[in-house]
């Protein structure tokens, strides 16, 4: 019902003729009010939070939610492995010429690193924190493949790595 | 700032949507969509229309609440329903072809003691008669009529809406309902005209 009850003062003002057309009015009002769909108010929240929230954090209003931090993670993650395989990558493709055709062996097959010192800076990555140092994953990198992350798609990975981080 | 609580007060309750709380967010949409939605329908007289006005009003509300573009203090209300009568100004502007009218599928107004029995002014002509006699007003009366029944606002509020004072408010309201009621005692008397009484007079 609407605000403007007998305790309010403002009704007392309406003049007693016209009162069945104000209460017509409230009633008419009321089926207005209930025609609404049951689900208006969930699709409105569906369609605007996000917004708000966007707003807000744009506004610095709120710090990034946990979860959206965890995403973040999570894609530091996935870039940080990607990494390591793309080394990974890498090393096996040098190698491979290297034992097929010794004779086209040159500078980019320079002694390498194994699988299992691959694999070990995948580990070493993955358990390494989050918002650790990325210098010293570079350099991680470096000792175990030497020139190898001075190529250009290795540098092509750590640029897209610090970006995610 | 603490979380949303259930009853806080609205300008609480704005504060805490403001900042990104989307419990407050709701409970905004829970207090005030309805109302939006009834001053679109009563305007527009569609459902669906009403409906995507008044989805634009929230999001407008979602994009300007936490920018700091509210800052009417307790005004909350009033800030609200100016957006929803501009957006309502706007779109029976641009949909000035009437759209079908809502009577005809309308059931009659229910008894609000919930008795089932139907009020005199309950059946459908007297439902559109009042819609028809809504439409002979003029823009400021019928403004007026709509924020204060179907907004469900104060003569206070409405005056803090539109800047005009509430002795003024009151007096065009007053007017408004004459008009109303004289345009549906004019529709009833038309509708079932008085039979000739007897007498010799033509």
């Known amino acids: 019902m609407t605000n403007h009850t007998s305790h309010d003062p403002e009704n007392a003002r309406t003049p007693a003729d016209l009162a069945p057309v104000e209460q017509m009015l409230d009633r008419l009002a009321q089926r207005d009010r209930d025609a609404a769909a049951a689900s208006m108010e969930s699709r409105i929240v569906l369609r605007t939070g996000a917004t708000l929230r966007a707003t807000a954090v744009s506004s610095g209003l709120v710090p990034l939610a946990p979860r959206r931090t965890a995403h973040r993670v999570t894609l530091a993650l996935a870039a940080v492995l990607a990494l390591a395989l793309s080394l990974g990558v890498a090393l096996t493709a040098l190698r491979a010429p290297s034992t097929t055709t010794p004779m086209l062996a040159d500078a980019d097959t320079a002694p390498l690193a194994d699988e299992e010192g691959q694999w070990a800076l995948v580990l070493a990555v993955l358990e390494s924190p989050l918002d650790g140092d990325l210098d010293d994953l570079r350099a991680r990198s470096d000792l175990l493949n030497g020139d190898v992350s001075a190529r250009e798609d290795a540098s092509d990975w750590l640029a897209m790595l610090e970006g995610t981080l | ?202």
Do not use: C
């Open chain 2, 1 to 202: 700032m603490p979380g949303f609580k259930p009853g806080e007060p609205i300008e609480r309750v704005v504060a805490l949507a403001a900042s990104g709380d989307e419990r407050a967010w709701r409970e905004i949409v829970d207090r005030y969509a309805r109302r939006v939605f009834a001053m679109a329908r009563s305007r527009l007289q569609n459902d669906d229309l009403a409906e995507d006005l008044t989805q634009g009003v929230f999001a407008t509300l979602a994009e300007k609440l936490p920018g700091g573009a509210y800052t009417e203090g307790g005004a909350f209300e009033s800030w609200l329903f100016r957006i929803t009568m501009n957006r309502v100004r706007d779109q029976a502007r641009r949909a000035k072809a009437r759209p079908t009218m809502l009577d005809a599928s309308e059931t009659p107004l229910a008894d609000p003691q919930g008795s089932g029995a139907r009020r005199p002014d309950a059946d459908p002509d007297s439902l559109a008669r009042l819609r028809a006699a809504m439409e002979g007003l003029g823009d400021a009366d019928r403004e007026v009529i709509e924020l204060r029944h179907h907004g469900q606002m104060s003569f206070q509020q409405i005056a803090e809406l539109t800047g005009e004072p509430v002795g003024t408010l009151l007096a065009r309201h007053h007017r408004a309902l004459r008009k109303i009621r004289d345009a549906m005692e004019r529709a009833a008397s038309l509708a079932s005209p008085r039979p000739h009484l007897s007498g010799g007079q033509p």
